[in-house]
């Protein structure tokens, strides 16, 4: 039924957002580029496209939380100016950012409530929204305490927050920017499930994800972006994860890296009942226990937020747990308070970490201080006892550029002022040259273009060719299952299942990453 | 032992010297509530107590004075406001450079216009507030125990300390119990939540440190032409920066701000009284006294007595586009 | 966008802000009724038209060097170290009781002596504060404005109370002895063999203090322990990784900002005062901001805005003296220096920064 | 030219400071000629202060209060030629004139006056820095106190142990305050600017106060009952008259040469009445002529009484 009144809107109403010839540039960084868009209502519209394509920009200029260089807006048909988040709101449009905009020491309802309040006095803003809450959750399966702090609150459920407030500001339009980057695989579909249940009510929905599977599950149409540009627009239906991909990166993709069969060595990093609690009491790590052999490349998968950063910070020695570890043999300790990320580096461990702008480049250091960085103890870069080798580290980091092919070759340039791929080839080249026993991996390619994803995929597989033991953690399935030689999957802190790529498949690995054991 | 007659009395100092604390630390709630960090509290106040008192002097109307010292500590508000809100500087830097403006141009003007070594000549008559006699208070006066609680401590102060006193459960009720407080204090939280819910976090900040700058004004002018008859070169002595401690100590909310304040007024009130405490044996210095306040915050804030967490947004810019 | 040139950042910029912040006082100079140029003149004749002026200029620029290159080296780890008062206050105290605790044979031993103790007592008062940020997360913008209070109370007890020699009534301490007479510069050029003022405080402290200055640089850019600091300023999440102990450079970092605090007491203590009075220091713990800020915490031009705040301290004094216009001036252009250098230099970067794209697109 | 320096309260303090700038502006408008003038703002400016001005070549140079008296001691050798004079303070240098005060006389009269106005026989004094000349005014007005009234209680407070303590009105104000609340009613400010604090504090709750160094009746009409006046102005007046020809050594000025004494004007003859007129003045001749000895704090650091 719900089909039958989509076609029937689609062939009589105006569309219910247009977008015409939208630009926007952040500095030099050109975001948008003369981006038109039509999407009807009652429909759900996905938007897909690579890292830095410019999604999210484009949806918060609808949302006018950024203003466009340059285009047109039309709601329901008629042009309208959006030159700020009330007017957006008041044309009828709410957003779900990718990061939740919630205050997190307010309650449920005092967020709800936040710019959309009745009267200077709180008190009955606050009444009527308890009440609409209720009949939103009944309407919507979006339960959720009113009087509970946010900042205690799963993410799932603040993800229900900000979907809440916007209902509560009777959206019709509904923006979603990757809203289940953060989910399991369970809340995933009870997000769906709302979702399908806003489209029946008549709702417009935009749906920004990197999930091929997503789009074909629930859209209706679907756009692509590539570098600032909209690629294509196409009906869900008639098209395929293929077609989907080669659009959003412009080729042909080489879902499979070319690499010889492995030959596992000795155990080089033995790990036994790893635990870790954070600062807030939760219990990250339960119990990990992994075996990594020289020659192997294991690939750790999970939905992001599962415990595998915390993993990481303990093997790379900034992170505090308890358990048992042996590097090569040697019991070390990399998880008590006397560790630090020194003591794994000595020990052989070399860590590309997850986020690399945050932790593994200084953005405002030079490149030849980025290639010290973390190595600014080792004996070659000092010049004697009181001062570093800053010579000599320009001239080695010349080189490491050179071999990883790091543009421009200038180790005197500032790191920010490299694109995201040759950022990550910086920290690659200082890690991968220190030819380390055991190397740590995070997201080796997020966010980095497609050229660039290859070299760095060789790179990890030569390491390895050479008789090191690689540990990889990624979320996308696509590159745990083309490089690795085992595969573990991590669920809530704990290892669920160990499979071999070539016996398994995504939507095995999809069922270990919610927690179907 | 201390007679009720001696408490009462360092009970009524608190009171007056407690209450430019409490309007200066009120006035800090609001603008680091708003995520705007104000350590200009002091140099607003001491332009606010010169203007007050310098207008005073000049037309010897006490009202306009007050108005020219909420004046000029508006014009400073606005300055830090245009430094940390629209130019997103550092607000700390913004803060030091208010307090030596403050302190270099009180010194010029006042020699400019008087030439009394940076004082201002002394207030009398309608040129300051007088102290106000609240009902009552001379039939009660013999009433044992309440009569003189109630004439010497609470009648008898002037209107400024009513307003400060005022201003306690007014700033409760209007962060915890209006629109304009829950922005407010969702700006100094996550200012970006402030702005997807379409509302502007610029306006709602300037809104706070005007509040700000208004409630140093009225403390400044309370030093000038209530507590004393005029302005003396540095009079605020550091009390902005006791008014940021007891901010600390309150952990950002009105109420314990009352409390904080007054303890500090207190503190001020016994190391004037007493030059040193001897504590059976133990002899209390009277500079232990009055460092008495720092050492406290400090405890505070190394969280051996509970934690004060600021707002969380507290001290940064709001910077939507890079 | 072509980025801003790198002169632009580092010189227009600052010069930009500072002929902002000149041009306002000269505002306030009018609207006072006194005359801009001739109140310049008087300045510039009085603070560097003679080897006596020169004389107080200098002695008054070393201690901004030293106040100066405690902030930058703070601002270089991230802290804000808004405590140089309180620890230069101490870093007095350790020099009186050093000089007062020996009848001192030379004066380089004393120096040698009175450095450290200065250096040890201005870092130990920055101690508690870093331990407070790095260990608890106490703000320490909150603790070192605190620690300056603490320090102004602690020295009125000693002076008032326990230091004040026999019979005195000033809150001082007793005067050093002989042996503990730092060479001035005037003695220092008599000694080469020619006349340069005389009866001017400007000492040896100064070389001590240029001394720093290339220490310091040497140890931001050239060192180990100066490429974590950096980097830990710069990111401290990034700094964990790489296994830079954020409680030991905060502690290293605030320690030596202390320390070089407090030799400035070697200067205005010992080489001025030859006792400890009240408020020996004089808000340069607060100059230093402006001077770290206006240098762009580089101690080349920490050196060369100490020289600034020098000649403006000396001249300013100069005014007081011959003309109406009160000292205050001073503080008043030093706001305006920290505010359109610091708090507002956005607004001036801005368009700056604007026009090079310009320039650059086009 | 002949200078003057002040020290921290500021020449304009309506008392020591005060006192000084009077004596020299005298002697500026009868000569018609111009003199250097300076004010401290900190301790440590003391010396560059002196240096500046004898550079300058300013003849003599005076300054007030005995916290120049270390520097002086070193400054004054490195310029034999320069002439200076030193109030309150005794400083031993062959170009240096140090003036000093009986104001432990002039405060024993005032303390008698303060007795005898005294309904409630409790009277308080309020010092500024805690330092033996204060105890010096202490000591004095407390004996006069008690030559009237021997069962009188005599409440006394300092205001601090730093120079701050000679420029803190609210402190005086709030000290003022509580001395009332214990039951005096006159009260006895030396404490430079911060006296201005008691004087207003006394006059807002209506007791009487006594002013310090310079006259201070007019500045509260009908509320302070008198001052003790530190003939300052005419110590500064005479080193000026001399200029260089400046007398080094040490001058005490007393209550015989009128270098110290108690203001009778018309702000408050009404307070106070012939007899206690004639008893002061019959005190006043007494002390002149060496029958009555008033105790000096200073000579031994103590007081007979309390
Ligand atoms: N506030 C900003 N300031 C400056 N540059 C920005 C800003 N936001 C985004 N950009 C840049 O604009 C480009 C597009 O970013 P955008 O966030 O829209 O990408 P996206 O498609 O949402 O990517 P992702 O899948 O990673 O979320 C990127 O190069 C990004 O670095
Ligand atoms: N990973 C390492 N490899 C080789 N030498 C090391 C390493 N770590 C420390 N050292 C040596 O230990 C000594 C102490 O180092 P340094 O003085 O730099 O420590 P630090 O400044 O305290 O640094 P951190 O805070 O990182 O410990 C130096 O001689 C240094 O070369
Ligand atoms: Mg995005
Ligand atoms: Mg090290």
């Given amino acids: 039924m719900a089909q039958a009144q989509t076609s029937e809107r689609q062939a009589t109403a105006a569309p219910a957002i247009e977008l015409r010839g939208i630009s926007k540039a952040f500095g030099p960084v050109q975001a948008n580029k003369d981006i038109s868009i039509r999407v009807m209502p009652g429909t759900i519209h996905g938007i897909i496209g690579e890292n830095g394509a410019g999604k999210s920009t484009l949806m918060s200029i609808l949302y006018g939380f950024y203003k466009a260089d340059a285009g047109e807006i039309l709601i329901g048909g008629t042009p309208v100016q959006i030159p700020d988040s009330q007017a957006a709101i008041r044309a009828g449009i709410g957003m779900v950012f990718q990061h939740f905009k919630l205050v997190q020491t307010f309650t449920v309802l005092e967020n709800v409530v936040l710019g959309a309040e009745d009267g200077a006095l709180l008190r009955p803003s606050l009444a009527k929204a308890r009440a609409s809450l209720q009949q939103l959750a009944r309407d919507y399966e979006l339960e959720v305490d009113p009087d509970a702090v946010v900042e205690e609150l799963s993410v799932g459920h603040q993800q229900r927050v900000e979907i809440l407030k916007a209902l509560y500001r009777q959206a019709d339009i509904l923006i979603l920017d990757e809203p289940t ?13 709302i979702l399908r249940g806003l489209r029946a009510q008549g709702k417009t929905v935009i749906l920004i994800t990197h999930k091929l599977r997503e789009i074909m599950e629930i859209t209706d149409t679907v756009s692509v972006m590539r570098r600032g540009e909209m690629t294509a627009t196409v009906t869900t239906a008639e098209t395929s994860p293929e077609q989907l991909a080669e659009l959003m990166v412009g080729r042909k993709v080489l879902l499979h890296v070319p690499k010889g069969p492995a030959n596992p060595g000795a155990v080089v990093l033995s790990v036994e009942d790893l635990r870790m609690v954070d600062e807030d009491g939760v219990e990250r790590l339960k119990g990990i226990s992994l075996q990594i052999r020289a020659g192997e490349i294991l690939g750790i998968a999970g939905v992001a937020g599962n415990g ?18 042996t590097m090569n043999g040697v019991p070390v300790d990399l998880t008590g308070r006397s560790s630090d990320g020194q003591t794994s580096r000595a020990q052989g461990i070399a860590h590309v970490p997850e986020d690399r702008q945050h932790l593994g480049l200084i953005m405002d250091f030079t490149a030849w201080e980025n290639v010290a960085f973390g190595y600014h103890h080792a004996p070659e870069y000092q010049k004697n006892a009181l001062f570093m080798d800053n010579a000599a580290l320009m001239a080695e980091t010349q080189a490491k550029m050179e071999r990883f092919d790091v543009r421009p070759p200038i180790p005197t340039l500032a790191a920010k002022n490299f694109s995201g791929g040759n950022q990550q080839k910086i920290v690659l080249a200082r890690e991968i040259e220190r030819n380390p026993d055991l190397l740590l991996v995070g997201q080796p390619t997020r966010g980095v273009d497609i050229g660039a994803i290859e070299f760095i995929h060789k790179q990890i597989v030569a390491l390895r060719d050479a008789g090191k033991a690689v540990l990889l953690v990624s979320v996308e399935l696509d590159e745990i299952l083309s490089l690795s030689d085992r595969i573990a999957v991590m669920f809530d802190g704990r290892i669920m299942g160990e499979r071999l790529p070539s016996e398994t498949d995504e939507r095995e690995l999809g069922l270990l990453m919610a927690g179907v054991a | 032992m201390m007679d009720l007659a001696t408490i009462l009395q360092i009970l009524d100092s608190t009171v007056r010297l407690g209450t430019p604390l409490l309007l200066a630390c009120l006035a800090g709630l609001f603008s680091e509530r708003a995520g705007i960090f104000d350590i200009g509290l002091e140099g607003k106040m001491l332009m606010a107590a010169f203007f007050s008192g310098a207008v005073a002097a000049i037309t010897g109307s006490v009202l306009l004075g007050l108005t020219a010292g909420v004046l000029s500590s508006l014009l400073l508000s606005a300055i830090h406001g245009a430094a940390s809100i629209t130019f997103r500087g550092n607000q700390l830097i913004s803060g030091v450079a208010i307090n030596f403006l403050a302190s270099g141009l009180t010194v010029l003007i006042g020699q400019k216009w008087f030439q009394l070594g940076g004082r201002t000549p002394p207030l009398s008559g309608d040129g300051r507030f007088a102290p106000i006699t609240l009902p009552f208070a001379e039939t009660l006066r013999e009433v044992p125990v309440i009569g003189p609680i109630y004439y010497e401590l609470i009648s008898g102060h002037s209107i400024l300390v009513y307003v400060a006193f005022a201003a306690v459960p007014l700033s409760w009720w209007l962060l915890y119990r209006t629109r304009f407080g829950l922005r407010l204090r969702a700006v100094g939280e996550n200012p970006a939540a402030v702005d997807t819910a379409g509302i502007s976090v610029v306006r709602m900040r300037y809104a706070a440190v005007m509040i700000c700058g208004l409630l140093t004004g009225l403390a400044g002018a309370y030093l000038a032409t209530a507590l004393s008859a005029g302005f003396v070169k540095e009079m605020t002595a550091g009390r902005g920066y006791i008014a940021l401690a007891a901010l600390i100590f309150a952990k950002w909310r009105p109420v314990p701000a009352l409390g904080a304040t007054m303890l500090f007024g207190l503190l001020e009130a016994i190391a004037n009284r007493y030059q040193n405490i001897d504590l059976g044996g133990v002899v209390l210095p009277v500079q232990f006294m009055q460092a008495l306040p720092y050492i406290l915050t400090v405890v505070i804030l190394a969280g051996f007595i509970g934690k004060a967490t600021p707002p969380r947004a507290g001290g940064e810019a709001y910077v939507k586009e890079r | 966008m072509t980025r801003m040139p790198r002169w632009a950042d580092v010189a227009l910029i600052p010069l930009l802000n500072l002929v902002i912040a000149f041009a306002i006082s000269g505002l306030v100079i009018l609207a006072i009724g006194e005359n801009p140029w001739a109140a310049l003149k008087i300045m510039v004749t009085g603070a560097l038209g003679s080897s006596y002026g020169w004389g107080y200029t200098l002695y008054y620029t070393t201690s901004f060097i030293f106040t100066g290159l405690a902030v930058a080296i703070a601002s270089h780890a991230g802290l804000f170290n808004i405590g140089g008062e309180g620890q230069a206050t101490l870093g007095g105290l350790g020099v009186a009781l050093i000089c007062l605790s020996l009848p001192w044979p030379h004066w380089s031993l004393a120096l040698l002596a009175a450095s450290l103790g200065a250096a040890a007592f201005g870092a130990a008062w920055a101690a508690i504060p870093a331990w407070l940020q790095a260990k608890r997360g106490s703000h320490i913008v909150i603790t070192t404005i605190m620690f300056n209070f603490i320090a102004l109370s602690l020295l009125n007890y000693l002076l008032g109370n326990v230091m004040r020699p026999a019979r005195s009534m000033d809150p001082a301490s007793a005067r050093f002895p002989e042996g503990a007479t730092l060479p001035t510069l005037n003695d220092m050029a008599a000694g080469l063999g020619f006349v340069w003022g005389k009866n001017t405080p400007a000492n040896i402290s100064l070389f001590i203090a240029l001394l720093c200055c290339l220490a310091v640089w040497a140890l931001i850019w050239k060192t180990r322990l100066g490429f974590q600091i950096r980097a830990f300023g710069k990111s401290e999440p990034a700094a964990v990784y790489a296994g830079i102990n954020p409680v030991r450079i905060t502690m290293y970092a605030m320690l030596i900002s202390g320390g070089l605090a407090g030799l400035m007491a070697v200067n205005n203590v010992m080489g ?59 503080t008043v252009i030093q706001a305006l220096v920290i505010l359109f250098t610091g708090a507002l230099d956005n607004m001036v970067r801005a368009p700056v920064e604007r026009l090079f794209a310009r320039r650059g697109a086009r | 030219d002949p200078a003057i320096i002040f020290d921290l309260g500021g020449k304009f303090d309506k008392s020591f400071n005060e006192a000084a700038f009077n004596g020299a502006k005298r002697w500026a408008d009868e000569t018609g000629g111009s003199f250097k003038e300076l004010e401290m703002q900190s301790e440590a400016q003391r010396e560059q202060a002196l240096r500046r001005l004898a550079e300058a070549g300013s003849n003599p140079i005076v300054m007030t209060g005995f916290a120049f008296g270390d520097v002086l001691n070193t400054v004054a050798p490195d310029y034999p030629d320069t002439k200076f004079a030193i109030i309150d303070m005794v400083v031993e240098q062959p170009n240096v004139k140090s003036v000093v005060f009986t104001e432990e006389q002039g405060s024993y009269l005032v303390g008698m006056l303060a007795a005898m106005a005294s309904e409630t026989g409790t009277v308080g004094f309020i010092g500024g820095m805690d330092i033996p000349l204060i105890r010096k005014f202490a000591c004095g007005y407390v004996q006069g106190v008690k030559a009237v009234n021997p069962d009188a209680t005599v409440i006394q407070n300092m205001t601090g142990t730093t120079p701050a303590a000679w420029n803190d009105p609210v402190k005086g104000s709030e000290l003022a305050i509580s001395q009332k609340s214990q039951g005096a009613d006159v009260i006895y400010a030396a ?6 604090g008691v004087l207003q504090a006394a006059a807002d709750q209506g007791i009487l106060s006594i002013g310090v160094d310079s006259n201070q009746n007019h500045l509260f009409p009908g509320k302070v009952l008198t001052s003790m006046v530190k003939r300052v102005d005419n110590s500064v007046y005479e080193a000026f008259i001399d200029g260089d020809a400046l007398e080094p050594g040490i001058t005490v000025m007393d209550l015989a040469s009128e270098g110290v004494g108690y203001a009778l004007d018309e702000n408050n003859e009404a307070l106070i009445t012939a007899e206690m007129k004639a008893a002061v003045d019959d005190a006043t001749a007494k002390i002149a002529s060496g029958e009555i000895a008033v105790h000096d704090y200073m000579a031994d650091n103590t007081c007979p009484v309390e």
């Fill in chain 1, 181 to 193: 980057g953060v989910l399991t695989p369970a809340e995933a579909d009870h997000l769906f499930r």
């Fill in chain 1, 308 to 325: 595998q950063s915390e993993l990481l910070k303990i093997l790379g020695g900034f992170g505090h747990g308890t358990g048992r570890i």
């Fill in chain 3, 272 to 330: 001025e005062a030859e006792r400890l009075v009240l408020n020996a220091v004089e808000g340069a713990g607060f100059i230093g901001i402006a001077v770290a800020l206006m240098g762009r915490n580089h101690p080349f031009g920490v050196l060369l805005a100490a020289l600034l705040f020098g000649f403006l301290y000396q001249g300013g004094g100069e005014l007081a003296l011959w003309t109406t216009i009160p000292r205050e001036l001073i």
């Fill in chain 4, 191 to 196: 404490a430079g600017g911060t006296g201005l």
